[in-house]
């Protein structure tokens, strides 16, 4: 009998706790919360810490209140231009109105299962009015912008808010990019033919004036040393006249021994010269050259 009532005294106790503890539901510092009353909204609650409701008549649905992110799969956009890209994009949102949100998507899993094709579609339509440089350029920030804005005006209705949208990157699609790159490196080396040739006709200019000026020089200083030269042969008579109008015959003689030195200078000169020349006339007669 006591076993009996020690058991039932144990249900009843674990009944007491579980319907106390089905009266309070607690939210965090990241959550926000709809109250269910027979599966109807019947209050929000954004507030964190303890919170009370009936037990097996209300329920809690929980919601998230951090920034989302929803990535969308790389999408093959044509610009204006009819330039091809494939391009990454991401966005951040997050749910603003926790009861419209719970009425239209129910949870995050289904949102993101709606949000990706507005994104899709927003991007190739924001980005195919544009050129392919513009998307490149600048003004890329200001397209991300507008993206933003289109997906706001379409998902209005969701009870969220679209905070920013990225692209991660816009490339080429492979098959293009191997013929640009191509058509850049072929760019590439004409420029680099341009500018040796260039090179070479400005090498060329240099050396031909180079040369024009060592031939200018050459001849002057030519012209110089001819000048000098001259001038010197014309002293050189002037002085040997001179020397020669003063002493003939020692002039004579001094011409002989010149030209003895000249003639017999080496140690082993030999010379077959008959003793009676006029060669040897200031051996034989030293003064032969004299005049009587």
Request: with cysteine; charged share 25%.
């Amino acid at each position: 009998m006591s076993r009996r009532l020690l058991m039932g005294a144990g249900i009843g106790v674990a009944v007491l706790l579980l319907f106390v503890m089905s009266c309070f539901y607690s939210i965090r510092q990241n959550e926000q919360a709809v109250l269910l009353q027979f599966d109807a909204p019947r209050e929000i609650v954004t507030e964190p810490g303890l919170h009370v409701k009936i037990p097996w008549v209300q329920q809690v649905e929980y919601i998230d209140k951090r920034l989302l992110n929803l990535d969308a799969p790389p999408e093959e956009v044509i610009a204006q231009d009819k330039k091809r890209m494939v391009v990454d994009a991401f966005a951040r949102w997050r749910i603003v109105d926790p009861l419209r949100f719970y009425q239209t998507l129910t949870n995050t899993d289904i949102a993101e299962t709606r949000l990706a094709p507005i994104l899709s579609s927003d991007v190739r339509q924001v980005l195919g009015s544009q050129n392919f440089a513009v998307v490149l350029s600048g003004e890329r920030a200001q397209l991300m912008h507008d993206i933003r804005d289109h997906m706001n005006h379409e998902s209005a209705s969701f009870g969220i808010e679209i905070v920013d949208v990225r692209i991660r990157h816009a490339d080429l699609p492979p098959q293009n990019s191997k013929a640009i790159y191509d058509r850049m490196i072929q760019e590439r080396a004409r420029e680099a033919n341009e500018f040796r040739a260039d090179g070479s006709e400005i090498s060329q200019r240099i050396k031909a004036r180079a040369d024009r000026e060592v031939t200018v020089l050459t001849a002057e200083a030519t012209r110089e040393s001819d000048i000098a030269r001259g001038q010197g042969d014309a002293e050189k008579t002037r002085i040997l006249g001179e020397a020669y109008g003063q002493d003939a015959d020692f002039f004579a003689f001094y011409r002989s021994m010149q030209a003895y030195q000249d003639a017999l200078g080496g140690n082993s000169t030999t010379m077959v010269v008959s003793p009676s020349s006029e060669f040897f006339r200031y051996f034989n007669e030293p003064a032969a050259g004299k005049h009587k």
